[in-house]
Structures are given as C-alpha cells and as structure tokens.
C-alpha cells in the first residue's frame, strides 16, 4: 500500500507560478513511477506530466510543455510538479498517482491516487 498526499495548491494570477509536491508513504517510493493528473469541473481526468523511478525518464502533455517541470527526490518520498506561466486553463484538482511498472499517460495504469490539491488561475 502507498499512501499519496498532496500539497501546495491554491490561488494564483494568470502568468504566476506554483509548485505541487506529493509525498509519498508505505512501500518503497523509488519503486514506482509517478504521474501529475488533473481534473476541471465537468471534464474528465487527463494527464499532465509522470516521471519514471530514476527521474531519467519524463514526459508532459502537450497542454503544458515547456512551462510545467516534474522532478523527485527518492530519499524525501516525494514527487513535485512546478508550474509556471499559469494560465486560466489549468484551473483543476490536481493529482498524484503512482505505477508499479513503467510510466505511462494512462491513469487507468496507476495502483494509488491521492486525494488532490486545488490549482485556480485567475485571469
């Protein structure tokens, strides 16, 4: 069992910047590949960024290349996602998830979620 908690959300102007963490307990986090999801209200859940166990390995929607960054730090337990040059688009909850195998952009994949973290971007 991992258990995935969030943090680091909130209220932000449009062109502003946040960073997301997510930490990690219970079974050994550098096992797993992390995902970012996000989640707007009356849409559906999509990807937004994951990581492998290495950190050597990464990929990014197209939404938000260039301007969000996923990185983590194996002996913190935690997976964080910086986000820059916001926009009003990316107004969701916000969340972590881990894969025991390979990385992938499908959520269905991940074994564990978090609860979520709010993002709001004002125009």
């Known amino acids: 069992q991992v258990r995935l908690v969030e943090s680091g959300g909130g209220l932000v102007q449009a062109g502003g910047s946040l960073r997301l963490s997510c930490a990690a307990s219970g079974r050994t986090f550098s096992a797993y590949a992390m995902g970012w999801f996000r989640q707007a209200p009356g849409k559906e859940r999509e990807f937004v960024a994951s990581?492998?166990?290495?950190?050597?390995?990464?990929a990014y929607a197209d939404s938000v290349k260039g301007r969000f960054t996923i990185s983590r730090d194996n002996a913190k337990n935690t997976v964080y996602l910086q986000m820059n040059s916001l926009k009003p688009e990316d107004t969701a909850v916000y969340y972590c998830a881990a894969d025991s195998a390979i990385p992938t952009m499908i959520g269905g994949e991940y074994d564990y979620w978090g609860q979520g973290t709010q993002v709001t971007v004002s125009s």
């Open positions: 990581i492998n166990w290495s950190a050597g390995n990464t």
